[in-house]
């Protein structure tokens, strides 16, 4: 009945950004959910307006950009709360994401490996691989370039 009152409210339901509000919930209440270790297992909480009405959530947030996949919290290790939440894309979330954040010497100075991966041309997942195995940020990139 809850379910059924809160469609009739905000009559979003179903909508890309109701669905990353159900999930943002989910990963810090759920104990069940598979990303919960990650979230509500590590403290992350979502602030208490928003977690009792989407719509307080949505009026904060606004509509999904366009370019954008989910929301991101610019401080990987605050809550879900005003000023620590945005619409993010995927590199911008792989760039925030702890374990993620890996820095490599390159070209005279250190930076996120994602950024490394642009700049040579490689992708970031493979680039990674290839370190792992042994081989040069300069042979990982030449080696994708072939």
């Given at each position: 009945?809850?379910?059924?009152?809160?469609?009739?409210?905000?009559?979003?339901?179903?909508?890309?950004?109701?669905?990353?509000?159900?999930?943002?919930?989910?990963?810090?209440?759920d104990l069940n959910n598979i990303e919960y270790h990650n979230y509500g297992e590590r403290g992350i909480k979502v602030y208490d307006e928003w977690l009792n009405s989407f719509t307080a959530f949505y009026d904060h947030?606004?509509?999904?950009?366009?370019?954008?996949?989910?929301?991101?919290?610019?401080?990987?290790?605050?809550?879900?709360?005003?000023?620590?939440?945005?619409?993010?894309?995927?590199?911008?979330?792989?760039?925030?994401?702890?374990?993620?954040?890996?820095?490599?010497?390159?070209?005279?100075?250190?930076?996120?490996?994602?950024?490394?991966?642009?700049?040579?041309?490689?992708?970031?997942?493979?680039?990674?691989?290839?370190?792992?195995?042994?081989?040069?940020?300069?042979?990982?990139?030449?080696?994708?370039?072939?």
């Amino acid at each position: 009945m809850k379910t059924r009152k809160t469609r009739e409210k905000h009559g979003m339901t179903g909508t890309q950004e109701y669905s990353a509000y159900h999930h943002m919930i989910n990963r810090c209440y759920d104990l069940n959910n598979i990303e919960y270790h990650n979230y509500g297992e590590r403290g992350i909480k979502v602030y208490d307006e928003w977690l009792n009405s989407f719509t307080a959530f949505y009026d904060h947030i606004g509509p999904k950009p366009e370019n954008c996949n989910s929301i991101d919290r610019i401080d990987s290790n605050g809550n879900y709360e005003p000023g620590n939440v945005r619409w993010a894309n995927n590199q911008t979330q792989m760039r925030n994401r702890p374990g993620f954040n890996v820095k490599v010497f390159y070209q005279g100075k250190y930076m996120l490996l994602c950024e490394c991966a642009e700049l040579c041309g490689i992708d970031q997942k493979l680039l990674r691989t290839r370190l792992k195995q042994g081989m040069t940020i300069e042979d990982a990139g030449e080696r994708w370039k072939d």
